[in-house]
């Protein structure tokens, strides 16, 4: 698919998820769930060595944009790449910032 073959619904879509995961914390996230993992709450703000509370704002973000989902399991809410096509942009990202 090519950029000419998306409506302005859909521009204004990616436009916004764009945003979304433009925020250093944000990528970072994205690059822990790139290869399929589900990861909790708590797990993730131990890799960021962040507040929990922080991360909870992250995810929700990315959540509500339609970058993450999540499932509740038990007392655990896992998050996940609602799309997996989602991980090649933050390896395109990754690669053009090393240049």
Do not use: W
């Amino acid at each position: 698919m090519k950029i000419s073959d998306l409506n302005t619904g859909q521009l204004e879509k990616a436009a916004s998820m764009l945003k979304a995961m433009a925020h250093p914390m944000r990528i970072a996230i994205l690059n822990f769930l790139e290869n399929g993992d589900k990861l909790t709450v708590t797990e993730i703000h131990e890799l960021l060595k962040i507040e929990q509370s922080t991360t909870s704002h992250h995810l929700g973000i990315l959540k509500d944009k339609g970058i993450l989902s999540s499932k509740r399991d038990g007392k655990n809410t896992y998050y996940f790449l609602k799309h997996n096509d989602i991980s090649h942009i933050v390896e395109c990202i990754g690669k053009c910032a090393c240049h």
